[in-house]
């Protein structure tokens, strides 16, 4: 009988912890990684002050590079997405975190980044749709509408157009706003990425179309169309608005001269000496009244003070209101003063008030009033503010601002100005109501002496897409800066320095005539909104489902290849 040996079972081998199992999927995917990171920092760098504005074009070709490989799935496209759009507004935002701290700056970024991951994983759904550059870049405007609705009002802050203000694109806001950029700049991208694919694939195979393809358009055709019909789009727009910005035309011509008073220092308590500051803004108006009756300056039409340069209700205090009077007549023309009003039911317990807009005439004092109606959360004042007290010290400080109504239009010395305070100049229906309102100029008052000078530059670009967008002549007076005149083509005809006491007087022309993006923008924005969703819905039909995971190597995936081509 033959003798058996019991030998004990080998011990079981420790596969890899979930770290190292993220960190050998990282490793695989280092070049995906590495592009969406590069693409972020691209997309920031189209912004001022860099103003690199092909940089956004990169940046989306590279994102669509990475979410249009095949082992990207929606999860993945999702994670992409977040990366690049955290590599975006992270060092786009930093201005918040001088203000508030860092983690308000980093909520802000993260809560941001969360549309672009969207636009990933939606991206990588329809993504075998044909024509799916035109699918990816309606996508990208679907989450920059989104992104201005919510949460608390929206954040339309870092919208690609915004970057354009440099670039050959930017002509085509005057026909459909800054959606229609945006889309446009996506669209440029995302078709780059297909036509070099197409090419590259073109040149490793190295053979002739077989007979099956000789009745299917080459796949370099649709890319290279959106491209064409991009480029020649701004081409057919840009000389009637280099014309307008130029000066052609019969429209009247008026001098109009912005004051930029300064504060006694920068930061969140720049208004603790709020007299300080009007008296800045009253002798930087006096200045320009001697430099006329010198002859160094010509007499303007009307002047415009910034945003909060009378903390101290003119209406209400006899002292601020004889101030800015003699400003008034010392120039000899009417002041639109920036002030704070206190609003119906202020109470000690709850002080709410209104960021006005006052017309003071040199000789009847106030007239018509703007005041803001798109107020800036967490800043003018805290939404939930019993539950994010708890979260920041800094909470209190925010202010109990209530928005006001109307159409932002003014008349000064009988000019209709239509009035974008600051933050309201990000949303597209501000300048746009006023404008429709009869708006001829439009002025942009400013406080940014709680932030920095790149955030400033950031709200000038905002400002030069609207003169496109309207065929407006706009002007930016802000208390620190940066202040500035900007011609209807986004030129800047004049502008000061950053933190700096000085004013500008130019020669701007009253315009009346309506572009389309006035018009039909908002028409337009919700077209590409409902191409998106429909686009969506076809990817749905198409894979049977929307979301998944992994995807089978099968001749499916041949299938669905061959539809995208």
């Known amino acids: 009988m033959a003798e058996t040996t019991d030998h004990p079972d080998p011990a079981p081998v420790a596969g890899p912890n979930r770290l190292e199992r993220l960190g ?3 490793a695989d995917r280092w070049a995906q990684l590495a592009a969406s990171v590069v693409a972020g920092m691209l997309l920031r760098a189209s912004f001022p002050p860099l103003n690199w504005w092909w940089a956004a074009i990169l940046a989306f070709g590279l994102l669509a590079w990475v979410l249009i490989r095949r082992e990207t799935t929606v999860a993945g496209g999702f994670g992409y997405g977040l990366l690049c759009g955290l590599a975006f507004y992270l060092p786009l935002l930093p201005w918040v975190g ?3 701290g860092a983690l308000p700056w980093l909520m802000l970024a993260l809560m941001c980044a969360l549309f672009p991951a969207v636009f ?5 759904a329809l993504r075998d749709l044909a024509g799916w550059p035109v699918w990816f870049a309606l996508l990208w405007a679907a989450q920059e509408w989104a992104k201005s609705m919510v949460p608390f ?13 440099s670039g050959p694109l930017l002509p085509l806001v005057a026909l459909g706003g800054v959606p229609l950029l945006s889309l446009a700049v996506a669209l440029t991208g995302c078709a780059g990425t297909a036509l070099t694919v197409e090419i590259i694939r073109w040149l490793r195979e190295a053979s002739p179309p077989t007979a099956a393809d000789s009745g299917r358009p080459p796949a370099v055709l649709l890319p290279g169309l959106c491209i064409c019909l991009v480029l020649l789009s701004a081409v057919v727009v840009w000389p009637g608005v280099r014309r307008s910005g130029a000066g052609a035309g019969d429209d009247p011509a008026i001098t109009v001269a912005a004051v930029q008073g300064n504060v006694p220092r920068l ?13 800045y803004h009253v002798r930087e108006t006096l200045r320009l009244a001697d430099d006329i009756e010198a002859g160094r300056a010509a007499a303007p039409l009307f002047v415009i003070w910034p945003e909060n340069a009378s903390d101290i209700d003119p209406i209400a205090n006899a002292d601020a209101a004889h101030e800015i009077t003699m400003a008034a007549q010392a120039i000899d023309a009417p002041i639109l003063v920036g002030t704070v009003r206190a609003a119906p039911g202020w109470t000690r317990e709850n002080p709410v008030a209104t960021n006005s807009v006052l017309v003071w005439d040199p000789q009847t004092g106030p007239g018509e009033s703007h005041d803001k109606r798109i107020v800036q959360p967490f800043g003018e004042y805290l939404p939930w503010r019993g539950f994010f007290r708890q979260l920041s010290g800094y909470a209190d400080r925010a202010g109990y601002f209530v928005p006001g109504d109307g159409d932002g239009v003014v008349h000064v010395a009988g000019v209709p100005v239509g ?3 600051c933050w309201e100049v990000i949303f597209d229906r501000a300048p746009r109501e006023s404008v429709l309102a009869g708006a001829q100029l439009l002025a942009v008052p400013s406080n940014n002496a709680t932030f920095d000078e790149t955030m400033s530059e950031q709200q ?13 002549y706009v002007v930016v007076a802000g208390t620190t800066g940066i202040s500035a005149v900007i011609a209807p083509d986004g030129r800047e005809l004049a502008r000061t320095a950053f933190f700096e ?3 500008l007087d130019a020669h701007v022309r009253l315009k009346t005539a309506l572009t389309p993006a006035t018009r039909w923008a908002p028409i337009l924005q919700w077209v590409l909104l409902g191409a998106a969703v429909a686009g969506l819905l076809a990817a749905i039909r198409q894979n049977g489902r929307f979301t998944w995971f992994t995807r089978r190597s099968t001749g499916a995936d041949v299938d669905s290849e061959e539809r995208r081509r």
């Open 419 to 421: 009035v974008a305070t």
């Open 267 to 279: 930061g969140l308590d720049f208004n603790a000496q709020r007299r300080q500051v009007l008296d």
């Open 501 to 503: 006491p000085a004013y």
């Open 120 to 124: 990933g994983a939606a991206a990588v």
């Open 98 to 100: 001088g203000l508030v």
């Open 153 to 165: 009002g929206g954040f339309p802050w870092g919208a690609i157009g915004y970057g354009q203000t």
């Open 24 to 26: 050998i999927a990282a």
């Open 460 to 472: 000038l670009a905002f400002a030069k897409v609207r003169a496109v967008e309207h065929n407006r």
